[in-house]
């Protein structure tokens, strides 16, 4: 298949990726743009490209706003991953996205750490946590013929620790950044016990290494 490191330009893309790189950590920047670039990998693999569901730009505000609850943006008051959907989802609405798909991203974005519940949510939501979950290794296979042009335009600079450190910092500012059984709260329990989370031994473990 033909691959290019090019990356939409609408005004909603460019505004989403803006908001990414001016308020995360250039190692969850990058960590954002792969996950879009491996998702979008993925629906080729699987010839979801023509699919009634798939839009490349909503793919691209889902995948690259994701984690925006992890960065500057965020107050760190509600969980990351729903504080992410809500500040994603005000770029949308400021560039007149319709509320419909508004809601697909918002979606996508609040299950992208729901394993079991996102892949049933549509395609959008499938895609977003599938191009994450490349980025940590799970499925590399699919897209080995690229990842070395990939992690060349946007290297990993320690991203799963830069991730585990900007969850746990705002998990431990509030107990609503943290409910019982979410993802920061085993974060932030694993961090304080072992020292590292299961997310930092998984990447240095995955087929990229961190």
Not at 92 to 116: F, K, M, N, Q
Not at 124 to 148: C, H, N, S
Not at 157 to 168: E, F, G, H, K, Y
Request: aromatic share 6%; glycine share 8%.
């Amino acid at each position: 298949m033909t691959f290019s490191l090019d990356l939409p330009a609408s005004p909603m893309a460019t505004a989403a990726l803006a908001a990414v790189r001016t308020s995360e950590s250039p190692a969850i920047a990058n960590h954002s743009v792969r996950s879009f670039l491996f998702a979008q990998l993925l629906a080729a693999h699987e010839g979801c490209l023509d699919d009634a569901a798939y839009d490349r730009d909503l793919l691209f505000a889902a995948t690259v706003m994701h984690d925006l609850g992890a960065g500057d943006l965020a107050q760190g008051k509600v969980r990351f991953e729903v504080e992410g959907a809500d500040l994603a989802a005000a770029v949308l609405r400021g560039h007149g996205v319709a509320e419909p798909d508004v809601d697909r991203v918002w979606e996508a974005i609040a299950l992208h750490t729901s394993p079991g519940i996102a892949e049933r949510r549509g395609l959008l939501a499938y895609l977003t946590r599938e191009g994450v979950g490349i980025d940590f290794g799970r499925g590399a296979q699919v897209v080995m013929p690229w990842e070395k042009e990939i992690h060349a335009a946007y290297p990993r600079l320690a991203m799963a620790r830069s991730l585990a450190d900007a969850v746990i910092e705002r998990a431990a500012r509030t107990p609503g950044a943290a409910p019982p059984y979410s993802f920061a709260a085993s974060l932030l329990r694993e961090r304080a016990a072992d020292g590292i989370t299961s997310i930092e031994r998984g990447a240095a473990a995955s087929a990229w290494g961190e």
